[in-house]
């Protein structure tokens, strides 16, 4: 399966480098793969011993192999050689240079809390919200919470799914105070398009964090984090009931590929029209951290 992808900089059509990826086809297309996945790659025991793996110092040996076959700019990072991380993990959840990431300081401007592939959906309906083409799930089953779930019936969603690759930190998208963070337990399945195409509800049954941001400019959205094969940990760095700027830092993955998940209730948000478009015809769009994706509306 071949993964491709729109680069919003330059508008070009890409394919995805995905690290694993012949391991990846056998386990989401074959039985014996699928079999393994059940038993073994799935389990919390397995991503949490694989994560651990990764913060042992012999995992660093790997990063600039890792680096080269990905193509990270690591000048963007705060630290810019393979050698100045003390693990595989150490690099894979690296802080950026703030001017890496510029971001858009028009208030009525919604920007991307995070580096990825985005699909954005304007009046979802809670009970059949779109994972992918052909396959949903209901918005209450993913927050644990069905009367919450009804007040965005309606209203607008945006992904942004993290690869292996991608800088894993994720970022408030706008100004507010960020609210209390449940967390759901669940598994560890991966967010690559051939797990999601293969796993019905794939979103529902992987570990989460849900958190109500208060946002200055658009409403009261849902803020969401969903781990993935290996990522063992979501770490919240901000503080609950405290006041946030635009493009501050919310938290970050640990190991792994994994996905962020916005909602906005009805009328509170305008998703830019490129956006939308390359969703319909079935197409992510590489976004950054600080980037507008939205407006609010006049």
């Not at 401007?109 to 699909?119: C, I, M, N, Q």
Request: with cysteine.
């Amino acid at each position: 399966m071949k993964i491709e992808y729109i680069e919003r900089k330059t508008g070009e059509v890409k394919e995805e480098k995905v690290p694993g990826k012949v391991f990846l086809q056998w386990i989401y297309g074959n039985r014996l793969g699928k079999l393994t996945l059940g038993t073994l790659v799935k389990r919390k025991w397995f991503s949490k011993l694989y994560g651990i793996s990764q913060d042992w110092s012999f995992s660093k040996r790997k990063i600039k192999s890792f680096v080269e076959n990905q193509g990270i700019n690591l000048k963007e990072a705060e630290r810019e050689k393979p050698g100045d991380y003390h693990s595989f993990n150490d690099f894979f959840t690296r802080k950026l240079k703030k001017e890496a990431r510029p971001v858009e300081q028009d208030a009525k401007t919604l920007v991307s809390p995070a580096d990825g592939k985005l699909f954005a959906y304007e009046n979802i309906d809670r009970e059949q919200v779109v994972q992918i083409k052909g396959l949903s799930y209901s918005l209450a089953e993913l927050i644990g919470d069905k009367t919450l779930a009804e007040v965005y019936q309606g209203g607008s969603k945006i992904i942004i799914r993290l690869a292996p690759s991608d800088y894993h930190r994720f970022h408030f998208p706008d100004s507010g105070v960020m609210g209390h963070t449940k967390e759901i337990k669940g598994q560890y399945s991966s967010v690559n398009p051939m797990a999601l195409e293969k796993i019905i509800r794939l979103y529902v049954q992987n570990k989460r964090a849900v958190t109500k941001f208060r946002s200055q400019n658009f409403g009261e959205m849902l803020y969401i984090e969903i781990g993935a094969t290996c990522v063992g940990t979501i770490v919240q760095t901000a503080t609950e009931n405290q006041p946030v700027k635009k493009g501050e830092e919310k938290g970050y993955f640990a190991f792994g590929g994994s996905t962020v998940i916005l909602f906005f209730k009805p009328g509170e948000v305008k998703i830019h029209k490129d956006l939308l478009e390359h969703t319909q015809q079935g197409m992510e769009t590489k976004v950054y951290m600080g980037q507008g994706i939205g407006e609010k509306p006049e």
